[in-house]
């Protein structure tokens, strides 16, 4: 076990995994001499040669299709996009072609392929380059959407991710990657489409996702100096939805609150909310209340003010508590 | 020159493309096919003339208008046709219809109905064969209106940094859907637009086989010998507009019938009987031969079972 920044642990799961399989390779803007924009493949190219870690212009389109190609021939391609801003430029290769593939050619072929890309804010990024846009993916059938939120979860999901016969988008978050957590050295790996509870507790379930959970957490801190004992669940994974852990916990808590950074119109927290109105309603003493941004682009200067935190967390339980 | 074997091998194959067609249209007309269908009737040339360099082992990316490129690549007429009846038997399981169709065994990774999409994938079928370092080739079918989306420069430009073994065959039938091209673009020859990405570019007449497949060899053989890709653009026509009932209003008074005029089979014929490769003969012969294979293949598709509903959700996932 070693201590290691979220980003760290997303280059040693692909140091691994290179090395496991010679058919995994990187491809992306600046991914090779560079080692990421953010440090995520740095000291590959070395490592495994210009064939496997692959630098291209700036043409999402033609990298995704690329990838796709290569993943129907047998190929594991890892694709790093740099902003999760950016996959609307390639948004008919993911959305038309790499999550079709394998239904609409009736199973002949599979795009074993991970899209690895950043999102969220808090860097003072501006409207294009800070958005969550997870729900988006996690509409279209044929995708698995990965959104870890520790170092640890991290490494063991894009290990699975990998090696997964399934296409993977796998968003990362830009204001985790500086966070030090503890990751096993060695080689281990994490369920996709399982939850993790990263907190117990009886009285309200906060379910939530990357960057978010720590807020979650934080505001579980604040409920339990007065006495409200949270559950907080880590979703890991937005598509396909871990239902059992999520129903599992509000059987026990009956009440639930949503938390996520995206705006809160149609995210991930309005689906969670339906599921659970549909399927177990008697269990629930309040409302499913959702906390998310507000309707409005990320602003640059007034992110802080925008980005839902522990308080609206801590509010949105005490409004589930009151009913 | 291409043998008397060969001749005779590509007429077989531009003649079935037309009867295939043919037959679809009449069976779409009959309503035995659900959703709707484009076809290539007037360009069998191109398909038939490209897919002759092709091995086995070697891709195609087609379109929208793509039963031909298909045919000629050699799919099964069985699996074929069951899967534009939409029947459980189809190469894709009746999942994709005409606009879709795709054969692993046969080597085409696909129709795409999405104008321009099928240029990025195609760059991935050849990237595999240079990471794996064999020598198969992958050619990418896309129609003039497709040069005008952003996914073709971003293709063509990677495809020549990286000198990908890739042939771009730009089937230019001067029709982008119910456009001309004359009001879309300022430039004549497409193939022009090489240049810009450091690769050859070439023009030839589409609906003779013969340039065709002499150009295509070349573009095939330089790919497959790693020296990179070529866009090749093959000026054909549409007979039967954009797609299968289209009244071509937006066509003037005898454009049509003029470019009916250039068959391009008659073209053929016409060679082979001058250089008594073939006769008349051997044409009634290939021509029955074909419809018997048709027949069955309808047959087959009229037989095969509709997809079983239990299994929508088959295939969305591992």
Redesign the interface.
């Given at each position: 076990m070693t201590e290691s920044r979220y980003i760290k642990a997303i280059a040693q799961a692909l140091d691994e995994e290179m090395a496991r399989d010679e058919t995994v390779?990187i491809i992306g803007e600046d991914v090779g001499a560079s080692g990421g924009a953010f440090g995520g493949t740095r000291g590959l190219l070395d490592k495994y040669g210009p064939?496997r870690v692959r630098d291209?212009?700036i043409?999402e389109?033609?990298?995704?299709?690329?990838?796709?190609?290569?993943?129907?021939?047998?190929?594991r391609p890892v694709v790093e996009i740099m902003f999760a801003d950016f996959l609307p430029m390639c948004m008919?290769?993911i959305v038309?072609?790499i999550a079709k593939t394998?239904?609409?050619?009736?199973?002949?072929?599979?795009a074993p392929m991970v899209i690895r890309s950043p999102g969220g804010g808090g860097l003072n990024a501006g409207p294009q380059h800070s958005q969550s846009l997870e729900a988006w993916f996690a509409h279209v059938?044929?995708l698995?959407v990965v959104v870890p939120s520790t170092p640890y979860d991290a490494k063991g999901l894009l290990k699975s991710a990998i090696r997964?016969?399934?296409p993977v988008l796998f968003l990362e978050n830009k204001a985790l990657y500086a966070m030090k957590g503890d990751v096993p050295d060695g080689d281990y790996v994490l369920p996709i489409g399982k939850a993790d509870i990263k907190r117990p507790g009886n009285d309200v379930t906060i379910v939530s996702l990357s960057r978010m959970v720590h807020q979650a957490l934080a505001a579980a801190k604040i409920l339990a100096e007065r006495g409200i004992e949270a559950e907080v669940i880590d979703l890991r994974t937005v598509s396909?939805l871990d239902k059992e852990t999520i129903f599992a916990s509000v059987e026990k808590t009956s009440r639930l609150v949503v938390a996520h950074e995206a705006v809160k119109t149609a995210g991930i927290g309005a689906e969670i909310s339906a599921l659970v109105s549909e399927e177990m309603i008697d269990c629930l003493d309040g409302p499913v209340v959702r906390v998310g941004a507000p309707f409005a682009p990320v602003p640059f200067s007034l992110e802080s003010d925008y980005l839902p935190g522990p308080a609206d967390v801590v509010a949105a339980v005490e409004k589930v508590l009151a009913y | 020159m291409a043998s008397k074997a060969l001749l005779q091998e590509i007429y077989y194959s531009m003649l079935k493309v037309r009867r295939v067609e043919e037959r679809l249209l009449d069976v779409f007309a009959e309503g035995a096919i659900p959703g709707f269908i484009h076809v290539s009737i007037g360009q069998e040339a191109v398909a038939s003339g490209v897919c002759a360099c092709l091995t086995p082992r070697d891709t195609i990316f087609t379109t929208h208008r793509g039963h031909g490129h298909t045919v000629a690549k050699g799919i099964d007429l069985k699996p074929f046709m069951a899967e534009i009846y939409g029947r459980a038997d189809g190469s894709c399981g009746g999942r994709s219809g005409s606009m879709h169709v795709a054969s692993k065994e046969a080597g085409v990774a696909g129709a795409n109905g999405i104008v321009g999409a099928g240029m990025p994938i195609s760059l991935g079928t050849a990237f595999a064969s240079m990471f794996r370092g064999d020598d198969d080739v992958t050619v990418c079918f896309f129609g003039d209106g497709a040069t005008n989306e952003g996914t073709f420069h971003e293709s063509l430009n990677l495809a020549a940094l990286w000198n990908l073994p890739v042939v771009f065959v730009c089937e230019n039938n001067g029709w982008a859907q119910f456009t001309a091209q004359s009001t879309y673009m300022k430039i004549k020859q497409i193939s022009d637009r090489a240049a810009s990405y450091g690769m050859p570019g070439i023009t030839v007449d589409g609906t003779d086989v013969l340039a065709v497949h002499k150009e295509a060899d070349r573009a095939v053989k330089r790919a497959r010998a790693g020296k990179g890709p070529t866009l090749l653009e093959c000026n054909t026509q549409r007979w039967f507009g954009h797609y299968a009932g289209d009244p071509q209003k937006y066509r003037a008074e005898g454009e049509v019938e003029k470019a009916r005029e250039i068959d391009p089979i008659a073209r053929l014929e016409t060679h082979l009987l001058a250089k008594k490769q073939a006769n008349q003969a051997f044409f009634d012969a290939t021509d029955e031969r074909i419809r018997a294979e048709i027949d069955a293949a309808i047959a087959f598709a009229e037989g095969s079972p509709k997809a079983d509903p239990s299994d929508i959700l088959m295939d969305v996932y591992a």
């Open positions: 390779y064939l291209t212009p043409s389109a033609a990298i995704m299709g690329l990838a796709l190609g290569s993943a129907v021939k047998g190929l008919d290769q038309n072609q394998r239904y609409m050619f009736g199973g002949q072929f599979h059938p044929g698995k997964d016969d399934d396909p | -």
